[in-house]
């Protein structure tokens, strides 16, 4: 079975930095993408950086372009987001996504709160 595993979230100041990571776990599927979503209250879950495995393409939304930065650790089976200059509107819970022929996943959540 097929389990997405985040960590990394938590507070931090406007300003500040935080890296989010998601491990895949119980598969020996090849990946096609994996990627970060996120959900603020109130709000509609939002694509914020996916990176395609077979070409290394990454794809940001406008409002990340420049402070967030997603790579990943083929080995490990990983993926990360470097996530700079955070601003209070990156508060949200963070979600790992990962697709292969077979499917899609989602992790459980990771929530990033920016706040002074």
Known sequence: QVRLEESGGGLV????????????????????????????PGKERE??????????????????KGRFTISRDNAENTVYLQMNSLKPDDTAVYYC??????GTYWGQGAQVTVSS
């Open 13 to 40: 100041q406007p300003g500040g930095s935080l890296r989010l990571s998601c491990a895949a776990f119980g598969s020996t599927l090849s990946w096609l993408s994996m990627g970060w979503y996120r959900q603020a």
């Open 97 to 102: 996504n990962a697709i292969s022929m077979r």
């Open 47 to 64: 694509l914020v950086a996916v990176i395609f495995f077979t070409t290394l393409i990454t794809n940001y939304a406008d409002s990340v």
